[in-house]
C-alpha cells in the first residue's frame, strides 16, 4: 500500500508515507520503496497520531527484483540492503535439480548478494543421498559457496546458521516445502512468519494483502526479511554476453578464451570448455549455462519463479 513502517535507530516504529511520486532509483519500478530500504522522514504532527513522511532514500547497496504481475514491462523490488540468502535445497519432497539452483544463483551474482547453500532435511537421507550432497556440496564449495547440511527438524547444525546470521539482514528461499518455515522457528520460535498465517487464513476463505517485512531476531542483531507470496526473483534484461560472468569460475577462465567476447559454446579455444573437458568444470554447471543461453528469449530473463 502506501504506508511503509519505518523503525529508527533507536527502535521507535512510525508509519509514514511519501510524497508524490518520489523518483529516485534509476530504475523502473512499481513500488518506490521496498523492505530493507534506509530512509530519512520527518514527523508529520498535523493529525492526532504522529506519523512520518519519507523525504530521502539512501543509496541501496544491492536490491532483487522480479516482473511486475499488471505491467510486463515494468519491475518490483522484493526487498533491498541483502547480506545474504540462503537458498534451501532438498533432494527429494521437493526435488531441487542443479538447473534451478544454477539459474538462482545467476540471479544472486547479477545483483551482488551472498548465497549460501543449504542442503536441508539430512536426517531423511540414504548413504547414497548423502553421496550425491556431498559430491553437489563440492562442486558449489569449489566455486566459491558455502555450503552446510542441515535439519530444521532436527536442528541439526542450525546454530551453524544462527552463529552466520549476526549483524547481518538474510533472506531465505527454495522450492515450497524445503523447509524455510521449519527453519525459520528453530531459529527463532516465537516469530510467526507471515508466510504460515497466510496460508492458514487461506484456508478459512479470508482474503489478504501481502506485504513484505523485515523482522528483528532475538540474537545478535540478526534480521531476517520476509516476502510472503515470492516465490524467486529474476533478472530482466540480461545480455547473452553477460551471463557467463554470473558463472564464477567460467568468469575466472574467462580471459584465457581466445575471443574476449567468448560465450563458450563452439569457440575455438576456449578456456572453459578446455576446463570441462579436464574435469574442472562441472557437467551440470555447464548444462546449466547453455540452458540459460540457448532456452530464453531475446533478452534473456533468468527466472527463477517456483509456479
Ligand atoms: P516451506 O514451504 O519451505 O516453508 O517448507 P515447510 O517449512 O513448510 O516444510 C515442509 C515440510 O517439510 C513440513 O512437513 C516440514 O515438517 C518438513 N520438513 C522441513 N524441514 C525438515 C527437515 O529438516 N527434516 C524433515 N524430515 N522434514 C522437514
Ligand atoms: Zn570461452
Known amino acids: 500500500g502506501s504506508w511503509y513502517t519505518v ?18 532509483q534509476d530504475i523502473k519500478s512499481t ?31 544491492n536490491y532483487i527484483v522480479r516482473k511486475s504481475v ?20 532438498t533432494l527429494d519432497n521437493p526435488p531441487t535439480f542443479t538447473s534451478f539452483i544454477d539459474r538462482f544463483l545467476v540471479t544472486t551474482e547479477a545483483y551482488d ?25 563440492a562442486i558449489y564449495r569449489e566455486i566459491g ?8 527438524k532436527t536442528k541439526k547444525n542450525v546454530d551453524q546458521v544462527k552463529a552466520m546470521m549476526a549483524s547481518k539482514v538474510s533472506m531465505f528461499a527454495g522450492h515450497s ?25 487461506h484456508r478459512q476463505g ?15 542483531d540478526a534480521k531476517i526479511i520476509d516476502t510472503p507470496g515470492i516465490k524467486g526473483f529474476g533478472v530482466v534484461d540480461m545480455d547473452k554476453e553477460e551471463i557467463g560472468d554470473y558463472f564464477p569460475e567460467f568468469f575466472r577462465l574467462k580471459e584465457d578464451c581466445k575471443f574476449h567476447n567468448c560465450l563458450h559454446l563452439e569457440e575455438p579455444k576456449c578456456a572453459v570448455k578446455e576446463a570441462l ?4 568444470v562441472a557437467w551440470s554447471r555447464y548444462r546449466s549455462y547453455v540452458q540459460i543461453i540457448q532456452g530464453e528469449d531475446e533478452n534473456y530473463r533468468v527466472d527463477v519463479y517456483d509456479e
Open 70 to 89: 499488471n505491467l510486463s514491462k515494468q519491475i518490483h523490488v522484493i526487498a533491498s540492503n541483502i547480506d545474504q540468502v540462503f537458498l534451501m535445497i
Open 277 to 280: 573437458e579436464e574435469g574442472i
Open 31 to 61: 513500488n518506490p520503496i521496498a523492505v530493507g530500504d534506509v530512509v530519512d522522514f520527518k514527523l508529520d504532527t498535523k493529525g492526532d497520531e504522529l506519523t512520518g513522511v519519507i523525504h530521502h532514500i539512501h543509496d541501496r547497496k
Open 7 to 24: 523503525k529508527t535507530a533507536t527502535g521507535e516504529v512510525y508509519e509514514c508515507r511519501i510524497k508524490g511520486k518520489f523518483r529516485i
Open 177 to 201: 516445502g524445503v523447509g524455510k518455515s521449519t527453519l525459520v522457528n528453530a531459529i527463532e520460535p516465537s516469530l510467526n512468519l507471515k508466510t504460515k498465517e497466510i496460508s492458514e487464513q
Open 145 to 152: 559457496y558455502e555450503c552446510i547440511g542441515i535439519s530444521a
Open 113 to 137: 548478494v551472498k548465497t549460501v547453500l543449504l542442503f536441508n532435511k539430512i536426517d531423511t537421507y540414504s548413504e547414497e543421498d548423502l553421496l550425491e550432497i556431498k559430491y553437489l556440496a
Open 206 to 220: 479470508q482474503h489478504t494483502t501481502t506485504f513484505a517485512e523485515m523482522f528483528d531476531l532475538s540474537f545478535d
